[in-house]
């Protein structure tokens, strides 16, 4: 069973940068066989998409995270990481890693519109 540990969440002034990190175990280099995104939650919100990276390394990032959110991976390391910089209050969420297009695998899946099957159990970001 793929498991999922997001951490480096916290409070962090606007204009700030933080750097999220997912440690995938339970598979050996997993993200060399499986795309992986990154999501988040605001309060009140439904969940979205900030962007995935694919086994070769290609990003893809929604809306406007572009530019200001990128994801990497150390593939070896069995890590995938989110840095964001020039953090705004409205990115205040829990940011959620997942991983492998099967579909959700575990008994809570936070957003049940992704077809991401192994989900972490998120990091709160607080941004003020």
């Known amino acids: 069973q793929v498991q999922l540990v997001e951490s480096g969440g916290g409070p962090v002034r606007t204009g700030g940068s933080l750097r999220l990190s997912c440690q995938a175990s339970g598979y050996i280099s997993i993200f060399s066989s499986c795309e992986m995104g990154w999501y988040r939650q605001a309060p009140g919100n439904e969940c979205e998409l900030v962007g995935t990276i694919g086994i070769d390394g290609r990003t893809e990032y929604a809306g406007s995270f572009a530019g200001r959110f990128t994801i990497s991976h150390a593939v070896a390391k069995n890590m995938a990481y989110l840095q964001m910089s020039n953090l705004k209050p409205e990115d205040t969420a829990v940011y959620y890693c997942?991983?492998?297009?099967?579909?959700?695998?575990?008994?809570?899946?936070?957003?049940?519109?992704?077809?991401?099957?192994?989900w972490g159990q998120g990091t709160q970001v607080t941004v003020s």
């Open positions: 997942a991983t492998d297009l099967i579909g959700c695998q575990e008994d809570y899946c936070p957003c049940p519109q992704s077809e991401f099957g192994y």
